[in-house]
């Protein structure tokens, strides 16, 4: 179960080949309703044959830009990589981070017709990295 404080819906589907739980997948008000705040949700689903890195998001508006992560799936116990088995595994998530509101920054884009203005910095697995004021304790 992903905990969920907003209001939204959990995308898996990339990559991932779910067994009879696509309903259960996808946009808000289109395939499920969005999952309420202080509301939880649990999405079982089987996974057969398949394995590695796959990842989640939001979807509803810009909440994605702030909701998402990785799903790893391994091989099954006793059974062999499909390569050389790796000396460690470490998944690489990038991303972006704003100092404001990321809901605020795409109403103002669409206000004036203009691109979204950019991130304040770029993430690798969620955290800016040493060029960024707020990576220091002086930023902070």
């Given amino acids: 179960m992903l905990p969920l404080a907003?209001?939204?819906?959990?995308?898996?589907?990339?990559g991932i080949r779910q067994l009879q739980s696509g309903w259960a997948?996808?946009?808000?008000?289109?395939?499920?309703?969005?999952i309420q705040t202080g509301q939880?949700?649990?999405?079982?689903?089987?996974?057969?044959?398949q394995r590695g890195t796959?990842?989640?998001?939001?979807?509803?508006?810009?909440?994605?830009?702030?909701?998402?992560?990785?799903?790893?799936?391994?091989p099954r116990r006793n059974t062999s990589y499909p390569f050389?088995?790796?000396?460690?595994e470490v998944p690489i998530i990038f991303g972006e981070w704003w100092k404001a509101d990321t809901e605020a920054v795409i109403s103002q884009a669409l206000q004036?017709?203009?691109?979204?203005?950019?991130?304040?910095?770029?993430?690798?697995n969620g955290l800016?990295?040493?060029?960024?004021?707020?990576?220091s304790p002086k930023g902070i």
């Fill in 128 to 135: 800016p990295g040493p060029l960024y004021n707020c990576s």
């Fill in 112 to 124: 004036t017709g203009a691109g979204p203005n950019n991130s304040d910095a770029f993430t690798i």
């Fill in 6 to 14: 907003l209001l939204d819906t959990i995308h898996l589907m990339h």
């Fill in 54 to 74: 796959l990842w989640y998001h939001a979807h509803v508006s810009w909440i994605r830009a702030t909701l998402y992560g990785p799903i790893v799936i391994f």
């Fill in 40 to 49: 939880s949700y649990v999405h079982n689903f089987t996974i057969i044959g």
């Fill in 84 to 88: 050389v088995k790796p000396y460690k």
């Fill in 25 to 34: 997948d996808g946009p808000a008000y289109i395939t499920q309703c969005p």
